[in-house]
């Protein structure tokens, strides 16, 4: 294995000899070749160097060119643009509807003790999950680099408040969401086959951490099989979905209204109350900024990327409002609240013999979503560590797959941890209240660059007045829950993102390395045949 992985060092090394490396295998000078393609610890194709050039407030580097044509068989290893419009649309679709819709819509009827007024949230869940989108497609048209809120945060902020993120990020929400996902599936996979008392939660957490195991060695062997999977399970909780709207298509036709015609008849709930609701049908639509995380690898990400959100998220919008309305349909609120499983309850009012159909509809819609969800968080692990951020190991990719392994490998790990250790109800709570920070944060780097960098193209640009709506709303539902109800959690929340600093000035601000980090390095390339990637090179 060392000969195979000297080999193509070596071969990089003739593809790029003209090229200067440091010891890490980022963040190198970028010098065009004879035939105008570029080497940076690896070649980026054919194409040609793509500018970059310094704004006038002097802050951070932007290319002026937005997405590259394609890779040459001859370029050295990276990520390949292989996401075209159909697989955008499902990777924002299979990832969107997975376990929140079949959780919260329970969670959701508890906080706001009202039907119409839940009803009224998902839909605004809806609105605000599509205009954080449209922000999102201007801001990765602008710069089409993996890595999302992180690439934003560089553009914008500069490198703290990026590795703040990417260390966030890394450790606690996109594990987080997995572990929550998976723990969702386990639920609903092991109750089809217990049915005379709740299934033991230890099988539950094993079937779990069977799902990631699945899940990792489908996004470790091939991005090909990794998109058609997330092709196929989206077609399929699609017909699953379709499934429950017929049947409450059906029970509205017998005239079972009675649920619907007094929606407005409970408590008002309060501003807090509100905002906890809010994370709850949030969570449901959770995933609308996931195609940002894979731009590198989307196929015209300046037309594909907006055209994907502005397909993907009103379906998702729509498919939620008639799923809600079908389950009124069929059962009571109090029936819907006192369901561990709504969706699984939903079937044996509806589809007699064939209610175990409910069952494998979610465990489907859910292993998709996590699917989904593993495959845009190693692109985040991937880009913070090629630009220094986190471990080296975590940029390289697989010398013949062309997969990020190492940084799927350790986002599996941690979630497989929290699996062991977290309910869903707890890990929702906190999910919710740190991504929304992140959120908002996105939203002001938009903001800030339409004044810093004007002169930027923008092949997609949102009016200005929704990122400051969606900043406006972010900031309400990261204070709200803490003037309501202060916790203490949510001081863990904000301590944990301020402790990223305490690794930040000595690793990444002043560069120190651990000796034996080289040898760490050296060991998993082997382990694992990765190798490190081009780097893209914009930022200082």
Not at 94 to 103: E, H, K, L, P, R
Not at 364 to 379: D, P
Not at 461 to 487: C, G
């Amino acid at each position: 294995m060392r000969d195979k992985i000297s080999q193509l060092f070596c071969l990089q090394k003739t593809a790029c000899k003209n090229n200067a490396t440091d010891n890490r295998g980022h963040n190198v000078p970028i010098k065009a070749t004879s035939n105008g393609s570029t080497c940076a610890n690896g070649s980026l194709g054919p194409e040609g160097p793509e500018a970059t050039e310094t704004d006038s407030s002097g802050s951070g580097r932007m290319r002026k060119s937005l997405e590259r044509k394609g890779s040459a068989p001859n370029d050295a290893i990276h990520l390949q643009r292989r996401v075209g419009l159909f697989s955008g649309v499902a990777l924002i679709v299979g990832t969107m509807i997975g376990s929140g819709i079949f959780v919260s819509p329970s969670g959701l009827l508890v906080r706001t003790g009202s039907v119409g007024v839940s009803f009224i949230i998902w839909l605004a869940c809806g609105l605000l999950s599509l205009f954080g989108a449209l922000s999102y497609a201007e801001l990765g048209t602008m710069n089409t680099s993996s890595g999302a809120e992180w690439a934003y945060f560089m553009d914008a902020f500069g490198p703290a408040p990026a590795f703040l993120f990417s260390w966030v990020s890394t450790l606690v929400l996109k594990p987080s969401q997995m572990a929550i996902i998976c723990l969702s599936f386990a639920q609903y996979a092991v109750e089809a086959f217990v049915t005379e008392c709740d299934p033991p939660m230890a099988v539950i957490k094993m079937v779990a951490l069977v799902a990631i195991v699945m899940i990792l060695f489908v996004n470790c062997y091939s991005v090909n099989l990794g998109m058609a999977v997330q092709n196929i399970f989206t077609a399929a909780k699609l017909v699953a979905v379709l499934i429950v709207i017929s049947g409450g298509a059906w029970k509205l036709f017998q005239g079972n209204t009675q649920h619907l015609s007094n929606a407005f008849s409970g408590p008002t709930p309060t501003m807090g109350a509100i905002a906890t609701a809010f994370y709850t049908g949030l969570w449901a639509y959770d995933g609308w900024n996931n195609l940002n995380y894979v731009t590198e690898e989307i196929k015209n990400p300046s037309k594909n990327l907006p055209r994907s959100i502005v397909i993907g998220i009103p379906l998702v919008t729509l498919c939620y409002a008639l799923i809600n309305i079908s389950y009124l349909a069929a059962m009571s609120p109090t029936e819907m609240i006192d369901s561990e499983a709504v969706a699984v309850t939903f079937g044996n009012r509806i589809l007699g013999a064939m209610a175990w159909l409910m069952p494998l509809s979610v465990t489907i819609s859910t292993f998709g979503s996590a699917n989904g969800t593993l495959f845009a968080a190693g692109r985040l692990c991937f880009a913070a560590s090629r630009e220094g951020h986190l471990l080296d190991i975590l940029s390289y990719v697989h010398v013949r797959r062309l997969t990020p392994a190492p940084g799927l490998i350790f986002h599996s790990l941690i979630a497989a941890a929290m699996v062991l250790y977290g309910t869903i109800g707890s890990l929702i709570d906190f999910f919710s209240f740190t991504a929304w920070i992140f959120y908002g944060g996105s939203m002001l780097a938009l903001i800030v660059m339409r004044f810093t960098k004007p002169n930027y193209p923008r092949p997609y640009k949102v009016p200005i007045i929704i990122p400051v709506v969606v900043l406006v709303i972010s900031m309400y539902l990261v204070v709200a829950p803490i003037i309501d109800m202060p916790r203490i959690e949510y001081l863990y929340a904000l301590g944990f993102i301020l402790a990223g600093l305490i690794f930040y000035v000595p690793f990444v601000k002043l560069g120190m390395t651990p000796r034996f980090m080289n040898k760490v390095t050296l060991f998993f390339q082997l382990l694992l045949e990765v190798v490190p990637t081009s780097s893209m090179n914009m930022f200082d």
